[in-house]
C-alpha cells in the first residue's frame, strides 16, 4: 500500500476523530456568518498534518496529560486563520480544490472569521494554563506574522536569493510544524534536551513540506493540489525553483523569468515550467527537501523505539514522496 498522510494518522485514529470533535465544537459561534464560513473551511477536509504532528509526538514520549488533543486543534486553528489570510493577501480563487472563502464571502468576511479563528485559539490556550505552551505558541504566531511581511516585501523582487527565500520559510511555513512537535512532546514530560529535538524534527519536516509544495506549483497539477498550477509565478512570488533559474540560467532566461516575477506574467508560464525543468532547479529543490528530512530523521534519535516513532519517520518520506 503506498504511503499516504491517511496511512500515517491510522497510527493515531481515535486521536484524530476526538480533536476533529473539539474543532466543531469550539468553532461554534452566535454569530451566523462565522459558522457558516467554519463549517465551508472544515468540510474541505485537509492534511492535517500539524495536529498529527502534536498528537505523534505526544505518543511517541507517552503522553503526560490530556491536553493533547485541545493542543492539537489550536495548532489547527492557528493554520487555518493564517490560509483565510493567506488567500486574502495572494487573491487565490482555489484551494483543496474549492473556491478559497475569499472568493466565495468576500475578502471582508475571510479576514474577520480569520481574526475569530486566531482569538479563539488564544482562549483555548489560556484555558489550558500551562505558560510554556503559551510562550511556544504565542512565539510562534508572532514569527508566522513576520514570515507573511518578509514574503510580502520579497513579491515581484526577482532580487531574493535562497538565504531570504529559506528565511521566509523559516518563519512562515516551518515554524508552526516546529511548534507543533515541540508542545507534542512538552506536554508529554520530555525533558529540555529531548523537546528541542522534537523542535528541530518538526522545522526540518516543515521546510521540506514547503519545498516540496514549490516543486508541486510547477510539477503537479490542479486535480491532485487542490490549487491553480502556476500560482506562484502569478503572484510574482519568488521560490527556490525560480530563484535556482535566475541563478543559473542565461542571461537571456534570467532576463524572462525577471519580466515574469516583476509582471506577475502568466503568459509565459509554458515557457517558463520548460526552463525550471530543463535547467535542474526542480531537482535542486527537491534535494534541498531531501535534505531537511535528513535532518528530521537525526532529531528523533532520542525519542523510544515505538509505533508512533515510524509514523514519525513515515512522515518523513510522505513529505517527499506527494502528488498534493
Not at 500539524?50 to 490530556?66: F, Q, Y
Not at 531574493?160 to 507534542?184: C, D, P
Request: negative net charge.
Amino acid at each position: 500500500m503506498p504511503l499516504t498522510q491517511n496511512s500515517i494518522a491510522l497510527t493515531i485514529a481515535d486521536d484524530m476523530r476526538a480533536v476533529d470533535a473539539v474543532i466543531r465544537h469550539e468553532l461554534q459561534s452566535d454569530v451566523p456568518l462565522v459558522n457558516q464560513i467554519a463549517d465551508y473551511i472544515i468540510s474541505a477536509g485537509g492534511k492535517r498534518i500539524r495536529p498529527v504532528l502534536v498528537l505523534l509526538m505526544a505518543n511517541a514520549w507517552g503522553i503526560g496529560n490530556s491536553h493533547h488533543h485541545q493542543l492539537a486543534a489550536v495548532i489547527e486553528f492557528i493554520h487555518t486563520a493564517t490560509l483565510l489570510h493567506d488567500d486574502v493577501v495572494d487573491e487565490s480563487s482555489l484551494r483543496r480544490g474549492r473556491e478559497t472563502a475569499n472568493a466565495l464571502f468576500g475578502n471582508a468576511a475571510s479576514v474577520l472569521v480569520g481574526d475569530f479563528v486566531y482569538s479563539r485559539a488564544f482562549q483555548m490556550m489560556v484555558a489550558i494554563d500551562d505558560m510554556r505552551v503559551m510562550r511556544i505558541l504565542a512565539d510562534a504566531t508572532n514569527v508566522i506574522a513576520e514570515g507573511e511581511v518578509l514574503q510580502l516585501l520579497n513579491m515581484h523582487d526577482p532580487d531574493v536569493t535562497e538565504a531570504r527565500y529559506m528565511q521566509v520559510i523559516r518563519s512562515k511555513t516551518a515554524k508552526l510544524f516546529e511548534a507543533a512537535a515541540e508542545i507534542g512532546a512538552l506536554i508529554a514530560g520530555a525533558d529540555a534536551r529531548c523537546t528541542m529535538a522534537a523542535a528541530e524534527y518538526g522545522r526540518s519536516v516543515g521546510t521540506a513540506f514547503q519545498l516540496i509544495d514549490d516543486v508541486l506549483d510547477y510539477s503537479g497539477n490542479s486535480a491532485a493540489t487542490g490549487k491553480n498550477i502556476g500560482d506562484d509565478l502569478r503572484e510574482g512570488k519568488p521560490t527556490l525553483p525560480l530563484i535556482y533559474l535566475m541563478e543559473n540560467g542565461t542571461a537571456e532566461q534570467r532576463s524572462l523569468v525577471r519580466r515574469c516575477i516583476e509582471t506577475g506574467d502568466e503568459q509565459h508560464f509554458a515557457e517558463i515550467l520548460g526552463l525550471i525543468t530543463t535547467s535542474g532547479a526542480l531537482d535542486y529543490t527537491r534535494q534541498q527537501a531531501l535534505a531537511a528530512t535528513s535532518k528530521a530523521r537525526e532529531a528523533l534519535h532520542p525519542v523510544p523505539n515505538n509505533r508512533f516513532k515510524e509514523s514519525l519517520l513515515d512522515l518523513c518520506v510522505f513529505a517527499i514522496d506527494r502528488d498534493r
